[in-house]
Nanobody, 124 residues
């Protein structure tokens, strides 16, 4: 059983930046980030593969502002969030899978492991 531990959330003003980290207790093939605001479904934010040059995919609402990266040696994935907006406020969850979810990466049912979540609040 792989455990995921996230860190890096907190309050930030609009236009600011935050960097989230997630470390897995063991090997994972795919890692990604989701978020969920109160009353909303869990939304796929970003993911990248472990191999093949680490190709990445992003949700439409974060393209151009968020960047996902990975340190395979540390089993850690990062989410650099820039130009944050109030609508980015949510609980952010790290996810990991034993295979590559492919074109269905944004679906939460494609992932095997979840972190406990870290809150991001964007407000002035």
């Amino acid at each position: 059983q792989v455990q995921l531990v996230e860190s890096g959330g907190g309050p930030v003003q609009p236009g600011g930046s935050l960097r989230l980290s997630c470390t897995a207790s063991g090997f994972t093939f795919s890692m990604g980030w989701f978020r969920q605001a109160p009353g909303n479904e869990r939304e796929g934010v970003a993911t990248l593969t472990r191999i093949g040059g680490g190709a990445s995919w992003y949700g439409d609402s974060v393209k151009g502002r968020f960047t996902i990266s990975r340190d395979n040696a540390k089993n850690t994935v990062y989410l650099q969030m820039n130009s944050l907006k109030p609508e980015d406020t949510a609980m952010y969850y790290c996810a990991a899978a034993n295979s590559w979810p492919g074109s269905r990466w944004y679906r939460s049912d494609q992932w095997n492991y979840w972190g406990q979540g870290t809150q991001v609040t964007v407000s002035s």
